[in-house]
């Protein structure tokens, strides 16, 4: 499957987070952690993220808090937080 259409999918499935972990759930996919965010963060909720490497569940939290929450990405090495940051750079709705 194409990424972005992939990267798609998941932003219109985290605005249903329940829908979400069934789908995964079905299939029988999604690692443990994701299935733990998709049933605990809601729209709206902050969430501090610490050790945030190169930001794959950092996209995850900002699609399933939206526009009225907030992410706190953290990332301590150097050179993982230059990835981190030209990953969100990507795009323009992550504030840096």
Excluded: C, W
Excluded at 24 to 39: A, T, V, W
């Amino acid at each position: 499957m194409d990424l972005s259409i992939k990267r798609l999918a998941q932003r219109i499935l985290a605005k249903t987070p329940d829908t979400y972990l069934r789908s995964l759930q079905l299939i029988r996919r999604g690692s443990f952690e994701k299935r733990l965010y998709l049933s605990l963060i809601r729209k709206g909720n902050v969430v501090v993220e610490a050790g945030a490497h190169t930001g794959h569940f950092t996209r995850l939290f900002s699609d399933l808090v939206g526009a009225t929450g907030t992410v706190h990405g953290f990332e301590p090495v150097p050179e993982t937080f230059s990835l981190l940051t030209r990953n969100l750079r990507r795009r323009p709705a992550y504030k840096i």
